[in-house]
């Protein structure tokens, strides 16, 4: 497996806190990735990172901000966190290259009550 | 903009049954394609892909999967499932210049029965 740890592995929280998760990794990938799995829609894209301090936003990105300072890590926060927010989130790697595979972490299971 | 799709959202089968999960894209241009399995309680790991070349591939635990362009398929198939193939798989789809993002499928459950 990919070098990838992600921190928490589960949470549970209340509506309106803040909550960041972390992944890590020992790849020294330029491309990180926050994903999130839910039940019938696979896994969507929240944010992800072509650099340090380059970021963008995905297909699901309102309600989260990432911050990248340094290559292998990336943080996931959420300002304020929504029941709609319970989900697995995943973190992912790529080399960014032509031909790319992106490789994943364990996830996070958070619940947000 | 790029979709997946994967029609089979939960395939259930015996052991020594033939399998093939459907998927189909919607991007017309240039594409690389993934499956990826998870496994319970686990995170995702690439089954196999393709970028070009033959377009029947072969990945790992007797998985294969075959690009037909003019279908805008990648479909999977495996001649014989065993118990522990019972997981949830994903396609997925990449155009090379889409800045690294790829998009999944809503995935497809399969269970086996032993």
């Known amino acids: 497996d990919a070098g990838i740890t992600q921190s928490p592995r589960h949470k549970v929280t209340e509506t309106g806190t803040p909550v960041t998760l972390r992944c890590h990794q020992t790849?020294?990938?330029?491309?990180m990735y926050w994903y999130r799995q839910d039940p019938g829609h696979g896994l969507r894209l929240i944010h992800y990172?072509?650099?340090?301090?380059?970021?963008d936003k995905g297909e699901v990105s309102d309600g989260y901000s990432v911050s990248r300072s340094k290559t292998e890590d990336f943080l996931l926060t959420l300002e304020s966190a929504t029941s709609s927010q319970t989900s697995v989130y995943f973190c992912a790697i790529g080399n960014a290259q032509a031909q790319e595979t992106q490789y994943f972490g364990p996830g996070t299971r958070l619940l947000v009550l | 903009a790029q979709s997946v799709s994967q029609h089979n959202h939960h395939v259930i089968l015996s052991e020594a049954a033939s399998l093939e999960l459907g998927c189909n894209y919607s991007y017309g241009g240039t594409v690389n394609l993934f499956w990826y399995v998870q496994y319970p309680g686990q995170h995702l790991q690439l089954l196999l892909k393709?970028?070009?070349?033959?377009?029947l591939v072969k990945g790992i635990k007797g998985f294969e999967a075959e690009f037909i362009k003019s279908k805008f398929s990648f479909n999977l198939r495996k001649p014989s499932v065993q118990w522990s193939d019972t997981a949830e798989y994903f396609c997925?789809?990449?155009?090379?210049?889409?800045?690294?993002?790829?998009?999944f499928g809503s995935g497809t459950r399969l269970s086996i029965r032993p």
């Open positions: 790849e020294n990938h330029r491309y």
């Open positions: 990172s072509y650099g340090v301090k380059d970021t």
């Open positions: 997925a789809v990449k155009a090379p210049s889409s800045a690294s993002k790829i998009i």
């Open positions: 393709y970028f070009s070349g033959d377009p």
